[in-house]
């Protein structure tokens, strides 16, 4: 069965570094998102994407995050001077279409430590 | 502005029992609502949603979750659990046309013992 893939699975930064975090989406799929969960925390809607543009973000999505489908497959969260405050699972989805009529699928997540 | 409220941060029961987890919404316009559920060390995977319809929707797994509008609820439930059932499950809510944008509970944890 298709599945979202990410890596790393595990990361480690220092405070001030910038990271990315890639994801796979599954092959037909046109529409991408990220969430992150922040230990003990809710499960947060970061940004969505579609048609190489992003179609709706959230508040947590200042000007530190951005977000790329570099080439056919694979789709990034760069976060770009990482703050202790960014340690948390980051979780890439996608959709076939439009999400609500069509299930998000999630991948596994990449657990981001900033120290 | 939408919330999710996930009434049980953890649940225990015992295997062959039935379950209820509550999960109730705000919101000013319709949404759709759904659950996900979440192994360790897994992604979340969908359970099932409402969309419009059958108030009664059933979902993978043996599960179902009845919508009542009136009580802005939608709350999931099986008849009898296995000790696999034990993980994570997430109530969210996304309105229609938000891109996908899914709001989340809190989340409860469900303990499954023999």
């Known amino acids: 069965e298709p599945e979202v893939t990410q890596t790393p699975s595990h990361q480690v930064t220092q405070m001030g570094q910038e990271v990315i975090l890639r994801c796979v989406p599954i092959s037909n799929h046109l529409y991408f998102y990220w969430y992150r969960q922040i230990l003990g925390q809710k499960v947060e809607f970061l940004v969505s994407f579609y048609n190489n543009e992003i179609s709706e973000k959230s508040e947590i999505f200042d000007d530190q995050f951005s977000v790329e489908r570099p080439d056919g497959s694979n789709f990034t969260l760069k976060i770009r001077s990482t703050k202790l405050e960014d340690s948390a699972m980051y979780f890439c989805?996608?959709?076939?279409?439009?999400?609500?009529?069509?299930?998000?699928?999630f991948g596994p997540g990449t657990r981001l430590l900033v120290l | 502005a939408q919330s999710v409220t996930q009434l049980d941060s953890q649940v225990p029961v015992f295997e062959e029992a039935p379950v209820e987890l509550r999960c109730n919404y705000s919101s000013s316009v319709s949404v759709y609502l759904f659950w996900y559920v979440q192994y360790p060390n897994q992604g979340l995977q969908l359970l099932l949603k409402?969309?419009?319809?059958?108030?009664l929707v059933k979902g993978i797994n043996g599960f179902e979750a009845e919508f009542n509008k009136s009580q802005t609820s939608f709350h999931l439930r099986k008849p009898s659990v296995h000790i696999s059932d034990t993980a994570e499950y997430f109530c969210?809510?996304?309105?229609?046309?938000?891109?996908?944008?899914?709001?989340f509970g809190a989340g409860t944890q469900v303990v499954v013992t023999p």
């Open positions: 989805a996608s959709s076939e279409g439009v999400a609500g009529v069509e299930t998000q699928y």
């Open positions: 409402y969309l419009s319809g059958s108030t």
């Open positions: 969210a809510v996304m309105s229609p046309g938000s891109w996908g944008k899914l709001q």
